[in-house]
């Protein structure tokens, strides 16, 4: 229970005039709802990190990580996508039975796709990109990090210290003090010695 009383709020729902979380969630002191799992939930606007399900006529049907595919017309894309394309988009729009159609699409070539929970994504950004931007600067990789919990690294750069932090963010994305703890973890692995063949 997360309110003895009716309040709309993210992931949770009202019963009897009371108000539960619907997915594992903490409750902050001042009331404020932290999830530890859940679905993606699209919005407009929102930068997703997807790929092509399958290819169609007149477009592509995009796998965003949801309850349901997207679609991206074909003439939203500069290049002819294929069956895998991993790619960096915007979603253009979301109707009343969740139907969301894409716009902007960028092609991420070779790097590696990870799937991390939705509602994670804020913490492994951080207030102004610092969690990102930390994480980028000590790996020298390219990311991008999608609000739908899928994230793109590039294979330049030190592409599993940018995974492996990446999942400690995750893991670790409730408890206070994150963000010197990763700055810790990176500093160590940067002056750690080389492996020698």
């Known amino acids: 229970m997360v309110a003895d009383r009716p309040v709309r709020l993210p992931y949770c729902y009202v019963e009897k005039n009371k108000t539960y979380a619907s997915v594992l969630s903490l409750l902050s002191e001042d009331g404020r709802l932290v999830p530890l799992c859940g679905p993606y939930e699209p919005m407009l606007d929102d930068y997703v990190v997807a790929y092509v399900q399958e290819v169609r006529f007149s477009g592509y049907n995009i796998n965003i990580n949801g309850a349901a595919n997207a679609y991206l017309s074909g003439r939203e894309t500069a290049q002819k996508l294929q069956l895998g394309d991993v790619i960096y988009v915007r979603i253009n ?71 492996e932090t990446i999942k400690m963010v995750e893991a670790q994305a409730h408890i206070s003090g994150l963000t010197d703890r990763i700055k810790a973890h990176l500093d160590a692995q940067k002056s750690a010695p080389a492996p020698t063949n």
């Open 93 to 163: 729009s979301v109707d009343e039975v969740k139907s969301v159609e894409l716009t902007d699409a960028r092609i991420l070539r070779g790097g590696k796709l990870i799937e991390t929970d939705a509602v994670k994504i804020p913490r492994i950004i951080g207030k102004k990109n610092s969690m990102i931007g930390m994480i980028t600067a000590a790996t020298g990789c390219e990311i991008y990090v999608g609000r739908n919990g899928y994230i793109w690294v590039s294979e330049k750069g030190n592409a599993k210290l940018a995974i």
